[in-house]
């Protein structure tokens, strides 16, 4: 046995069973060897056998046995029997050492006093007294829950009404209960409630007010000891999807949102000039807010905007080579919002979506779109109508006759467990091919989160990534991502009053249906755009639905591809493979009736492409089942 062993007595007994045992040939040798060793190479001394649980290979029954044991050796010696879960201060027949007369004991922790109670920014907590600080505090007035709700919703990003994930059912009203809870807020009136904030809710509500104000926060310590001024946080902004630069914290705080901004895309904008060497498309920047930005920063934005204009023209000509284009002026149109009927928040709740709009000021058109779920047009003034129809640019009629000319922006909306079931069926690949073949300059892809289980959300975590970060590297597409429905709602009703600013100070160019006889739409376009970068260019609405029709638009590849796809296992990259190599549905078709039916047709496609990349490479199974099909 070890000299240093802290605890000899429980060693003595473990090293006695385990020889006991050793001669008896017993399965318990190597339970009494483990204990022991364990024993020997503790440095802590245990006052009852039972704490001894805490080591490796001493469990309670072995415990229990080793404290009959002790108790045992007291008997016989005369000593006092230690007590179970308390500590010894007088010594015992145990060989005990004494602490060294150096040694302290640490100093108890103080406990911390508890911080006083501050609710989110913008969450229910917080509009709830933001709204009741409005009352008169000496008239000690209530109001009951609706017209609570109705201050108080301008204050909160969630909704009092509906629940912000359709699959739960709790609203920003639930926070009532907190703030009762602390006391915070008082009722009275039976059985209508009326609400009223309480002398801490008022102490709380100044505290509040007095922050976003930038006063400091009075301080509810004693005197005499420093406490620093606290600031509640900022709402968080959208920003651009690419690589930000790096900022300094101390010189980003001091700054102001609008100059965080500038500077943001100033840096992003020399970035990709730098290093793509290409025009890139203008991709609106949106605020928080659809108020202007600060007079200060005019100037700068100013020559920022005309250097983006600016940015990568080289000596084009100044006019655009095609036929027939009618020219709008700013006073001839309206911007309007296409919202697809089919964007619902539930199945029982088909209209939540315009009507939050309209809330917001934006009062959207609906109808059925070939392509994305949500479209900017410029709805044409009636006096107007015929200078269209002479130029054979002339649309189905919209709403009360009015005609639309698709603007260049167009917004992709999916939930993330429709993201997720998309990337597994083929449909983002599709949609993605889709958004690039329509022409349309800027794409936004907005990704709205939603609850999934943690098994799901591991499996599907990295393609959810990879998938949103090849958007906007390899796709060139802008990806914006939003927590819940609500923040959706706010950033079209943004979006659509920037673009309301942006477009109806401009002319518009419609090209007529014609000019994409003899190529596509997307070459077109980018054609137009390469000689007149200065110029914006529309397509009336039934000219659109006919470029993004899945059907017609397709060539006899596109439907190749789609109907190798069809067979289970058959990605696009494979597909692409066989298509090099046979490239018509017949000369598949052909190469396998040369061949006898057996392995050889089987393993004709894989042994073609058995020398491919992975994720190219065509397996047997799979080279059998498109025979199957094929063959």
């Not at 508890?114 to 709830?128: E, N, T």
């Amino acid at each position: 046995m070890p000299e240093d062993c802290a605890n000899p007595l429980l060693a003595k007994w473990l090293k006695e069973w385990m020889d006991r045992a050793k001669e008896q040939n017993t399965k318990g040798y190597t339970v009494y060897k483990k204990a022991y060793q364990s024993m020997i190479a503790c440095p802590l001394r245990f006052d009852h056998p039972s704490e001894a649980q805490q080591l490796n290979g001493l469990g309670p029954k072995l415990c229990d046995r080793l404290t009959d044991q002790l108790k045992k050796f007291c008997e016989e010696n005369g000593l006092p029997m230690p007590v179970k879960g308390k500590k010894r201060r007088q010594q015992s027949g145990l060989e005990q050492e004494e602490p060294p007369q150096g040694e302290q004991e640490s100093p108890k922790r103080k406990k911390r006093k508890a911080q006083p109670y501050v609710p989110k920014l913008r969450s229910g907590a917080y509009a709830l007294i933001m709204a009741l600080a409005t009352l008169d505090q000496e008239s000690n007035q209530a109001i009951p829950k609706d017209e609570l709700t109705r201050l108080a919703q301008p204050h909160c990003d969630s909704s009092f009404d509906v629940p912000s994930d359709p699959t739960k059912f709790y609203t920003a009203w639930q926070s009532i209960k907190t703030l009762e809870s602390k006391e915070l807020i008082c009722t009275k009136g039976h059985p209508a409630k009326r609400y009223y904030l309480s002398d801490e809710g008022w102490e709380v509500a100044v505290r509040m007010k007095a922050t976003l104000e930038g006063d400091s926060v009075p301080s509810s310590r004693p005197k005499g000891k420093k406490q620093a001024a606290t600031r509640l946080p900022s709402p968080s902004r959208s920003l651009s999807p690419h690589i930000l630069p790096t900022v300094r914290p101390s010189i980003a705080a001091r700054q102001s949102p609008e100059r965080r901004r500038f500077e943001t895309t100033i840096t992003q904008s020399r970035q990709i000039a730098s290093t793509s060497g290409r025009a890139t498309s203008n991709v609106v920047e949106l605020l928080s807010s659809p108020e202007p930005r600060s007079p200060a920063f005019a100037p700068e934005v100013e020559a920022f905007s005309a250097s983006a204009r600016n940015l990568d023209v080289r000596s084009v000509g100044t006019g655009a080579d095609f036929d027939g284009a009618v020219l709008l002026p700013p006073d001839s149109f309206e911007v309007r919002m296409i919202l697809d009927m089919r964007e619902i928040r539930s199945t029982t709740d088909r209209d939540y979506i315009s009507a939050e709009l309209k809330k917001h000021g934006v009062n959207p058109i609906l109808a059925a779109l070939p392509l994305g779920d949500v479209l900017w047009v410029a709805v044409v003034n009636s006096s107007y109508a015929n200078t269209l129809k002479a130029a054979n640019v002339h649309s189905e009629e919209g709403q009360a006759g009015e005609l639309w000319i698709v603007l260049e922006h167009i917004l992709e909306r999916k939930r993330l467990d429709d993201l997720i079931s998309s990337i597994k069926d083929g449909r983002f690949r599709e949609q993605k091919f889709r958004l690039h073949k329509s022409g349309i300059k800027n794409v936004v892809y907005l990704v709205e989160a939603y609850s999934l289980s943690a098994e799901k959300s591991e499996k599907y975590g990295d393609a959810v990534e990879s998938a949103i970060a090849s958007m906007q590297v390899v796709d060139d597409v802008f990806v914006k991502q939003t927590s819940k429905l609500d923040d959706t709602v706010a950033y079209l009703a943004r979006m659509t009053k920037t673009l309301k600013g942006l477009y109806e100070k401009q002319n518009i160019h419609v090209i007529p249906l014609r000019s994409f006889e003899a190529e596509s739409a997307s070459t077109t376009f980018e054609r137009l755009r390469r000689l007149s970068p200065e110029k914006t260019f529309g397509i009336t609405f039934s000219v659109f639905g006919a470029i993004c029709d899945k059907s017609d638009s397709m060539t006899l590849r596109d439907v190749y591809l789609k109907m190798l796809m069809c067979t289970r296992g058959v990605t696009g990259e494979k597909a692409v493979e066989i298509q090099k190599i046979w490239p018509t549905p017949r000369a598949l078709a052909e190469a396998f009736e040369v061949l006898s039916r057996g392995p050889q047709k089987e393993n004709m496609i894989s042994d073609r492409l058995g020398n491919a990349i992975p994720k190219k490479k065509v397996a047997k199974a799979l080279s059998a089942k498109i025979a199957a099909v094929w063959g």
